[in-house]
């Protein structure tokens, strides 16, 4: 009989742990860069918010400017930014601020605008 508790109780602590585990992978956020929209990038944060939490998703800058901040309570929300080009060119780096109330937990996204020039040069021989 006290073998049986105890494997009983085994079972149920990694079926709790697996879902503790399953609930923490569901619940990250996640940041995706989606289009662009006349020369401005578009991103989509998607948020997955089972506990009725309070979530504060924050835009800012490297400086630490505040350039978006809002509010979110829904329990599956997703929002689309999209960003300035000359302040994102400016910045550089945007920093994506997502605070769980609740839980007490910070999630941060950096976005890094890497601009590319690339020259092909061709040099072509003449035929004889």
Request: overall charge neutral.
């Amino acid at each position: 009989m006290k073998n049986l508790f105890k494997k009983t109780l085994v079972v149920i602590l990694a079926i709790t742990a697996l879902h503790t585990t399953i609930t923490a992978q569901t619940a990250t956020p996640q940041l995706k860069q989606v289009s662009n929209v006349n020369s401005q990038p578009v991103f989509e944060l998607q948020l997955n918010n089972d506990e009725s939490d309070v979530i504060y998703v924050v835009v800012k800058d490297l400086a630490g400017a505040i350039l978006h901040r809002e509010k979110v309570t829904e329990k599956k929300a997703v929002r689309n930014y999209t960003l300035d080009s000359d302040a994102f060119s400016v910045a550089s780096i945007l920093i994506f601020d997502i605070q769980s109330i609740k839980n007490k937990t910070t999630t941060l996204f950096e976005v890094k605008n890497n601009n590319k020039v690339v020259n092909d040069i061709e040099i072509v021989t003449p035929e004889k």
